[in-house]
């Protein structure tokens, strides 16, 4: 800031500095301007301390240059001194007017944002204290739930007492859902027990009505009866446990499992004696004299077996009582006539309030009441009960016609409810919504009045059982995980005092202590939901060690950001530095060491960083600049040497050597470092075709003179003056050849055949080339110079004149073999 305000003072200065060509000021003018000046450096001054907001209002309103005035304004923050100068600025000052508005609005929209999340918590720890008196229990999990996803969003903004309030509600509110889940399940219990219990009368029940109509000729299965007894004591048991029993339904039991026991036991004691049943019964059956001894065993065997009364007594057992001389006992025992006329008057009483039920509708209580009739009903004798079978039979008729009336209007309603339990089953859920969700279904079913028909309710209770089965596992779990919450959190408060204890400050790795304090606050607020009360120290605990861990960091963060506001201000004046490549070499130094900057705040860090990437961006900016225009340089360069290309292409073979030469200059002329890479390459290849081209034409041109000197010497004439002046040494150099031998090596060199009259010769040449190390292969300047070398002594020695014309037109030849090669 300082060297911002320093440079705006030597802006001022040098602006209102007077030209030299000015007229001299007066006094008075002189004497405004260091008024002026002196102002202006006073407040530069104030502006560098740290000016109240009264101070910095002044000074946006007063200030003597316009720079200092917006400074001063973007620096108010209190709400009034902001309105007292966009009041006094409207219409005067439009920067300092637009300044002091803006930041007006945006304090403002973060008033009303703070409003809004106060409002919120307010709200939300109303919701929660209502939730926690309501005594609508529909969807309460779930309602709860939302409203702590709600609070998690604004929690950092409440104040302890407020998360206090809130969490006490919560934890209201978790209790209340425990008990309702207690209760609930306690309900189903106690139904399911009454159910059990309810189901083995009936089964006793009628297992004693099966025996008493068992003909005498048959014999129960002991295995069958032992299971049953023992099956249906176990049964009892587990639906009597932690429950109330009413005492007539066990003294109904009782006396049920009793006559169950007595007739197993006569059973077992009738197979274990079954081979002396069967002696005493052959003895009996030959009629044989039997003797005091057998009658006195058969006496004890019909004692030891005591067969009960009321059940018809096996033909097993005939045969001793005849040997023990007693009648055959009748099928219905002999009752007690005053315990009859109770259990009458019994009977009376429950017909009639059967009766009374069936009247007012009531089916649940008709039927319970119709069983109880029906029990009482078996326990009277033939004479006391027949007067009482055709009012029982009535009721019957009438219990029926209700069940079909109720049936009718309930079933289909039943069977919605059992469609909406197996839909409920195969849909995931959480948990905790899909238990509500299967109470309220079982709530509805029961409000019906149940079913009679039993498959019906099989359906229903089996959809249920597997809505519920994915259910348990999380009740399960959730059940000690306020606990296991409450020793994690005291776990991560073990932890953050141990690094807290043995952190060393001055060589810490700062991005691994931050990573610290978000991951304790991230585990912290995961473990939850934990019992409030028991949290309360370990909550106090963690807040103490929170503070000692963001000390420090705070205090790095700070040092950090300062260092980063050097890099920005760095970077800001390397926007104009020259040399450009230079600028660009700081800047990027300067994003390596902001890299190696530690820990800063991520709202400040954020705002350094954009003033940072603008200054880079800027500078790069030149970068870009330049590229594009050279780019434009590389496209006009392009355009020229494309231009050049057309005009080169139209140059060919029978072209002048004029044409081909001029082609091939233009093209040198161009500077192939400005070209792009496609164009550089096509001017290459264009200049080595006009190359080729051109020295095609010389060769041509040459061998063609060759030629016209080597007819000449064939002839007599002399060529020294019209041959070139190198080939009298060329011709000094070599030996003197006969001529057939010269046009013979010339065609060999040229790589034209021989006649076949000098083959022989051609070969001795051949083979003496190789000897002198000449049969190797040479390259075209090597052949083009050994070829010269014999038309320079052909022309200029004696071969030539020694020649006659057809060894000229042979050597000819084998000169325009070379050309077309």
């Not at 508005?101 to 999340?117: D, H, M, S, V």
């Not at 932690?242 to 049920?256: C, H, I, M, R």
């Not at 004046?573 to 600028?583: C, G, R, S």
């Amino acid at each position: 800031m300082a060297a911002f305000i320093q440079k705006l003072f030597r802006s001022r200065k040098t602006a209102n500095a007077a030209p030299k060509s000015r007229k001299a000021p007066q006094p008075a003018q002189v004497e405004q301007e260091d008024t002026r000046a002196s102002q202006r450096e006073e407040q530069l001054r104030t502006m560098e301390g740290s000016p109240s907001q009264d101070a910095l209002a002044k000074i946006a309103i007063e200030g003597a240059t316009a720079d200092i005035r917006q400074t001063a304004a973007s620096r108010l923050t209190e709400e009034s001194s902001l309105q007292q100068v966009q009041k006094r600025a409207r219409g005067k000052d439009k920067g300092v007017y637009q300044t002091v508005k803006l930041t007006l609005q945006k304090l403002r929209e973060e008033q009303a944002r703070q409003q809004g999340i106060t409002q919120t918590i307010g709200m939300l720890i109303s919701h929660a204290r209502d939730q926690a008196q309501s005594n609508d229990t529909k969807l309460y999990k779930a309602r709860l739930d939302s409203l702590l996803k709600q609070w998690s969003e604004v929690e950092n903004h409440a104040s302890p007492e407020q998360a206090q309030t809130f969490l006490e509600a919560v934890h209201r509110c978790k209790e209340r859902i425990a008990a309702i889940q207690s209760a609930a399940e306690d309900e189903k219990r106690q139904r399911e027990q009454t159910l059990q219990r309810r189901e083995t009368l009936n089964m006793l029940t009628s297992t004693l009505d099966e025996l008493k109509a068992q003909p005498p000729e048959t014999l129960p299965s002991q295995a069958s009866l032992d299971a049953l007894q023992k099956t249906q004591e176990n049964r009892w048991l587990e639906a009597t446990r932690d429950t109330a029993v009413e005492k007539q339904e066990q003294k109904t039991y009782e006396t049920a499992m009793l006559a169950l026991r007595n007739y197993l036991s006569a059973v077992r004691r009738i197979n274990q004696e079954r081979e002396t049943i069967a002696e005493l019964s052959a003895a009996l059956d030959n009629k044989q004299d039997t003797s005091e001894d057998q009658r006195a065993l058969a006496r004890t065997l019909i004692q030891e077996i005591r067969w009960p009364e009321g059940y018809p007594s096996p033909t097993l057992l005939e045969p001793l009582r005849k040997l023990a001389g007693k009648r055959k006992s009748p099928v219905e025992a002999p009752a007690d006539q005053e315990r009859q006329k109770a259990l009458a008057a019994r009977l009376h009483t429950d017909l009639q309030r059967l009766e009374e039920a069936l009247e007012a509708k009531q089916l649940k209580e008709s039927k319970q009441l119709f069983k109880t009739a029906q029990q009482h009903l078996r326990d009277l004798d033939h004479r006391h009960g027949k007067p009482l079978q055709t009012r029982m039979q009535l009721l019957t008729a009438q219990l029926k016609e209700l069940t079909d009336w109720q049936g009718f209007a309930t079933e289909p309603k039943q069977i919605a409810l059992c469609e909406q339990m197996e839909y409920l089953a195969d849909q995931p859920m959480e948990p905790e919504a899909k238990a509500e969700r299967i109470r309220e279904l079982q709530n509805e079913w029961r409000d019906l009045g149940g079913s009679s028909d039993r498959s019906l309710w099989s359906r229903f209770k089996t959809a249920s059982d597997k809505a519920y089965e994915p259910c348990k596992a999380y009740f399960s779990a959730k059940s000690g995980l306020k606990q296991a919450n409450l020793e994690k959190r005291s776990a991560i408060c073990e932890q953050l005092e141990t690094f807290l204890d043995n952190a060393d400050w001055s060589s810490i790795d700062w991005k691994a202590a931050e990573r610290i304090h978000q991951a304790a606050r991230q585990e912290w607020k995961e473990a939850w939901p934990v019992e409030f009360r028991d949290n309360r120290q370990v909550q106090k605990r963690f807040d103490d060690l929170l503070k000692r861990l963001e000390a420090p960091l705070d205090e790095e963060r700070r040092k950090n950001e300062g260092l980063k506001q050097e890099i920005v201000q760095t970077a800001q004046a390397l926007v104009d530095h020259e040399p450009l490549q230079d600028a660009m070499n700081k800047a990027k130094a300067l994003q390596t060491d902001w890299q190696a900057i530690g820990i800063t705040r991520h709202r400040e860090d954020r705002k350094l960083w954009q003033a940072f990437r603008k200054a880079c961006d800027q500078i790069f900016a030149r970068r870009d600049t330049e590229r594009s225009e050279q780019q434009q340089a590389y496209r006009a360069a392009d355009e020229s040497a494309k231009a050049s290309l057309r005009l080169s292409s139209e140059v060919t073979g029978d072209s002048d050597e004029e044409a081909i030469t001029a082609a091939l200059s233009a093209l040198r002329d161009i500077d192939a470092a400005v070209l792009s890479k496609g164009v550089r390459e096509q001017v290459q290849q264009e200049k080595q075709r006009l190359a080729q081209l051109l020295s095609s034409l010389q060769l041509r041109s040459k061998m063609a003179s060759w030629q016209s000197l080597v007819l000449a010497a064939a002839t007599g004439e002399t060529v020294t003056d019209a041959a070139p002046e190198h080939w009298p040494e060329l011709a000094g150099a070599s030996d003197g050849q006969d001529p057939a031998e010269l046009v013979i090596r010339a065609e060999i060199l040229c790589g034209v055949s021989s006649p076949d009259s000098d083959q022989q010769r051609r070969m001795e040449i051949q083979v003496q080339r190789l000897a002198d190390g000449m049969g190797s292969p040479h390259t075209s300047g090597d052949q083009l110079r050994d070829v010269e070398k014999l038309v320079a002594n052909w022309c200029l020695g004696a071969t030539g004149e020694a020649a006659n014309r057809e060894l000229a037109e042979r050597l000819n030849g084998a000169l325009s073999n070379l050309i077309n090669a």
